[in-house]
């Protein structure tokens, strides 16, 4: 079955970058989401990129994939202590089959 | 509404006992989806609603857990017979037809069960 792998935490300095990374195995995955989620709160959809990209920037978040290794990054640039959230991989074939998450990325930023 | 709504916001319920979440979508979203998210784990498909289509009920744990949704509108998921494994947070997501660009997901039923 589908799987997502993403490291379980990391901790960087305000104001450096952070780069969170994720790994799957659904080769049939079309789309590739990042979601964070604060204290207390649901997800929040970050970004995303089609499997037909390989790098998508927006403001401070740029996305990553390599799709022969099916390997996904976020990396955040000038990081905030207001990024220190849970962030989540996640992919879907698309076409409403279900969206398979990663056990999410713990940052925690360091003021 | 301006977002994914649910309800409780949290729930303590003693063992044994049935609870219901319930989960509002966004209006005019056709897919609502249901996952529980363990402590520290990631999220879990439990079943998810495409308008009036037979829900695909592939995650649910067990025969405890069932959901409903009429049409395009509220969700209710019940746990019938409470285990403290079923502790956990119960997330709802709704999306529009035709749009892949993720879910809006709730804030989340917190479920304790003692």
Redesign the interface.
């Known amino acids: 079955g589908e799987d997502v792998e993403q490291s379980l935490f990391l901790s960087v300095r305000e104001g450096d970058s952070s780069v969170i990374n994720c790994t799957y195995t659904d080769s049939s995955s079309t789309y590739l989401y990042w979601y964070k989620q604060e204290p207390g709160a649901g997800l929040q959809l970050l970004t995303y990129i089609f499997s037909n990209m390989d790098m998508k920037q927006d403001q401070r978040l740029t996305v990553l994939l390599n799709k022969k290794d099916k390997h996904l990054s976020l990396r955040i640039a000038d990081t905030q202590t207001g990024d220190s959230a849970i962030y989540f991989c996640a992919e879907t074939a698309g076409g409403y089959q279900k969206v398979t998450f990663g056990i999410g990325t713990k940052l925690q930023v360091i003021p | 509404g301006a977002g ?1 709504s ?1 309800s409780p916001s949290n729930k303590v319920t003693e063992k044994g006992k049935d609870v219901e979440l319930r989960c509002d979508p966004i209006s005019g979203h056709t ?1 609502l ?1 249901w ?1 529980r998210q363990r402590l ?4 879990e ?1 439990l079943i ?1 609603f ?1 308008g009036n289509s037979a829900p ?1 009920k592939s ?1 649910l744990p067990s025969d405890r857990f069932s959901a409903e949704r009429t049409g395009e509108s509220v969700s209710t998921l019940t746990i019938q017979r409470t285990q403290q494994e079923d502790s956990a947070v119960y ?1 709802c ?1 709704s ?1 529009l037809k035709g749009s ?9 039923t917190r479920l304790t069960v003692v």
């Open positions: 994914v649910q897919a989806y996952y520290g784990q990631g999220l498909f998810y495409q695909d995650g997330l997501a999306i892949d660009y993720g879910y809006t997901f709730g804030s989340g």
